[in-house]
């Protein structure tokens, strides 16, 4: 079958080339909006009679926790002075004017002491936004966010709902930092191992398709259920990981089997997808089936980071056996271009010549000579590396998962 299917790709190579750059553009306008529609926490049991006691303060009492904390000071005048309260009323009757705003509780609607600071000069508000769920209450938070302003005052916020929204932009920010340092990194390394610039540039190419396609998949599902913000982490980490691990065996085999049939690119197609994309295709079932447990959780977050992981192993595996031999058919011998090989001072003949009796090859023929003490010896090594795990300790995420001086936190 498998051997059908690389003659195929081989035979509609453009054609397939074209659909998946459709697909692909497609991915990345439609899963960008993600973002947007990720939920945060998921940390509990909706069974749990701490949930059920949650839902019900949320829809009769208002809510368990301050969708919002408005926090406001002055160092030079009092939260009784005149100035003020001026400034304060001004900025919350605005607020509760907003259809967004179900109500706003602070000193000067309620004159309790407890909303003052004990040096007078610092007082708070505690506005509960009208939505019932989370992703609609940060929207809600976005769009009256601009009027939490004054010249007078200096005015912060915390409350559930923006530590949810600075939560779901650090995580954003992160993913994006992350990434401007390890695609570098990788590259660099797979310039190494192939030795070419073309042949180390696919990898990355298909990282890059499998992140954009996950993130859609994903967006697909926001529609039947919710997905956390922490599935994000595990599609750019899991699915970059997979995809340069599927592209090293697919183009390593592929160059090997070029070599072997003098530059046949069919037929080392053909022998690479039946050989390397077996390989793909069981490596690529077998981590899904094994990701299904964490659907079996209660708990959103869990499930959430099982639907991106098997997300992102699904479409690394569609596109190492689709867009990536189609991408092969169209170089064929180029894959070769752009070698960066007279770089090194060996030559590629002295080099094939070190690898049958090199580093590795010594390696491989001592494990196979002394297999017993070996696997004693590394089941030795990884048992004392897990011997830490047994002192673990686990909590649900909370504010602290911010940077120390995120103003969300602070307040």
Not at 30 to 43: A, D, Y
Not at 192 to 198: G, P, Q, R, T
Not at 342 to 371: C, D, I, K
């Amino acid at each position: 079958m498998l051997t059908h299917l690389g003659g195929a790709l081989y035979r509609a190579r453009w054609i397939v080339l074209v659909l998946s750059l459709l697909v692909v553009l497609a991915a990345a306008q439609f899963g960008t909006g993600l973002f947007g529609l990720l939920t945060p926490g998921g940390f509990d049991d909706p069974n749990s009679q701490s949930s059920k006691a949650t839902a019900l303060l949320n829809q009769h009492l208002g809510g368990a926790t301050a969708d919002v904390i408005v926090l406001m000071r002055s160092d030079t005048l009092s939260a009784t002075d005149p100035a003020f309260t001026g400034a304060a009323t001004g900025m919350l009757a605005a607020l509760q004017t907003r259809s967004e705003v179900a109500s706003v509780a602070s000193y000067y609607s309620t004159h309790s002491a407890r909303f003052l600071s004990r040096d007078g000069h610092e007082t708070f508000a505690i506005v509960t936004l009208a939505a019932a769920s989370q992703t609609d209450k940060a929207q809600e938070y976005k769009r009256v966010l601009p009027l939490l302003t004054s010249p007078t005052l200096q005015v912060t916020m915390g409350g559930n709902v923006p530590v949810n929204v600075a939560v779901n932009a650090q995580v954003s920010a992160d993913l994006e930092h992350a990434e401007i340092i390890s695609f570098p990194l990788v590259g660099i390394l797979l310039v190494i191992v192939f030795a070419s610039l073309v042949a180390a540039g696919l990898p990355l190419l298909i990282g890059g398709v499998t992140i954009l396609g996950a993130f859609a998949a994903l967006r697909l599902l926001t529609g039947v259920t919710s997905i956390s913000v922490f599935a994000i982490n595990v599609v750019t980490v899991l699915g970059l990981g997979l995809a340069i691990d599927y592209a090293l065996f697919i183009i390593t085999r592929f160059r090997e089997e070029l070599a072997a049939s003098r530059g046949d690119t069919r037929r080392a197609l053909e022998r690479t997808v039946a050989t390397a994309g077996r390989t793909v295709l069981f490596s690529g079932l077998t981590v899904s089936v094994s990701l299904l447990g964490l659907l079996l959780f209660p708990e959103g977050f869990l499930r959430s980071m099982g639907l991106g992981a098997i997300g992102a192993v699904v479409v690394t595996m569609l596109a190492a056996l689709t867009l990536l031999p189609a991408i092969l058919a169209v170089l064929g011998t180029r894959i070769n271009a752009l070698s960066v090989q007279r770089l090194f001072r060996r030559s590629a003949t002295a080099r094939q010549a070190n690898e049958a009796r090199g580093a590795w090859y010594r390696l491989s023929h001592f494990v196979m000579r002394f297999p017993v003490p070996v696997g004693v010896a590394v089941l030795a090594v990884l048992v004392t590396l897990g011997l830490p795990f047994l002192h673990a300790s686990f909590s649900t995420p909370d504010v602290r998962v911010l940077p120390s001086g995120q103003e969300a936190r602070v307040v």
